[in-house]
DNA sequence: CATTCGTTGTACTGATCGGTACAGTGAAGC
DNA sequence: GCTTCACTGTACCGATCAGTACAACGAATG
């Protein structure tokens, strides 16, 4: 997809995912621009020839780092694959704030760091835009299938239903992090669903 | 507040003014990392001793940038001074929504990008959570009359409702920019209002 | 006219940036 | 054992970064 060269072995595999590891933390925190490739070099242990073997320039770094982080936050939000009833997104929500609590105090949406920052940037923010789009497609999938089984409104449209979720997390994310305060996000899910749940049956 | 030197003089903030504004720009569309200060001196017109005149480093500069966000801002949202009624409620979301028409297309928070990039700086985010707080309040406020007179919950909070209701600006403002739509605001406005009126007494 | 002080222009520094050049190493296939 | 090719280490490049030094300007005040 993104990669330069696809990194054939065992031992160049593990050169790449370190580097994309480093690279992935340290933009976290300090941002896209505001991270070097000499300190991600640094911090993974590999060499500037590793990192332009692998990848064309810094912009497709980042593009390996926007997969990362999408796979970070799907892989701590598992009930998002099953959302087959209304006790799911439930579920659902409750993870996504467990993960907050048990790392200690809200932390931040890398995909929300990087959404502002990237802006309207010509290939990066297509590709931040497509992983939030991954993201929402399994809640569309689970209201369809809620609307499938008559849970839902069958005049109501799961895209959208989706879509405005998604507002709530983020907004949610956003101002919980900035305030160091979960009750943002906790306010903002309950809402959300209490939003969802207006369009159910029964 | 965040000043080096006060520019006593109309010419001397004419310049200050223009290296603020020129920062604003740039740093709303290329981040904060992403902005050097020679850009923003070429751009304003300034000298580099201009700039280390008025503030003693780019830091503070941001901090000057912060405030003017949040004029700006409010400066587009005349009506969040005058919330007394819910109807002003209604008026506040539809200048919101009118700045992004007239704009012809969604536009980022530029404080909302900015919360994202400084995430945990010691300094900056601080007063970003500032500025938003500043924002929240008038919200606080017109629920505050609205309680007041009896058309708000006598038990209803305030502060709660009102971070409720920021968080879906911010989460509709940042998916209303990523993908060039503005229903992810109006969708997030308008269930932030019925939440709210959900509040309302009679 | 002289002093003063806010203001300005320009030239510079050392560090760091993204990116390149190129020689070398390691393990697997023949 | 020899070739091959993915992989690696290091030194380097021009550009740009934030920040500094310092001399000079300009408009008031005396």
Redesign the interface.
């Known amino acids: 997809m993104e990669a330069q060269a696809a990194a054939s072995t065992p031992r160049g595999k593990r050169t790449r995912d370190a580097i994309v590891d480093a690279a992935a933390e340290l933009m976290?925190?300090?941002?896209?621009?505001?991270t070097s490739l000499d300190k991600v070099l640094a911090a993974s242990g590999a060499g500037k020839s590793q990192m332009y073997h692998y990848f064309k320039n810094k912009n497709q770094l980042v593009e390996a780092v926007i997969d990362r982080y999408l796979e970070q936050i799907l892989g701590n939000q598992p009930a998002i694959f099953e959302l087959t009833s209304w006790a799911d997104f439930e579920t659902w929500t409750e993870q996504l704030l467990d993960v907050h609590r048990r790392a200690g105090g809200p932390i931040?949406c890398p995909l929300?760091?990087?959404?502002?920052?990237v802006?309207?940037h010509p290939q990066l923010?297509p590709l931040?835009?497509q992983a939030?789009r991954a993201w929402e497609s399994h809640l569309v999938r689970g209201l369809e299938t809620l609307r499938e089984k008559g849970e839902l409104a069958p005049d109501a449209d799961p895209a959208?239903l989706a879509?405005?979720a998604?507002?709530?997390?983020?907004?949610?994310l956003?101002?919980a992090?900035?305030?160091h305060d979960l009750?943002?996000?906790e306010?903002?899910l309950r809402?959300?669903l209490?939003?969802l749940r207006g369009h159910a049956v029964s």
């Open positions: 976290y925190v300090d941002g896209v621009a505001g931040a929300g760091n990087l959404a502002g920052e802006g309207d923010a931040v835009d939030y959208r879509q405005a998604m507002t709530s997390v983020q907004g949610g956003l101002l992090h900035l305030r009750t943002a996000l306010d903002a809402i959300a209490t939003h």
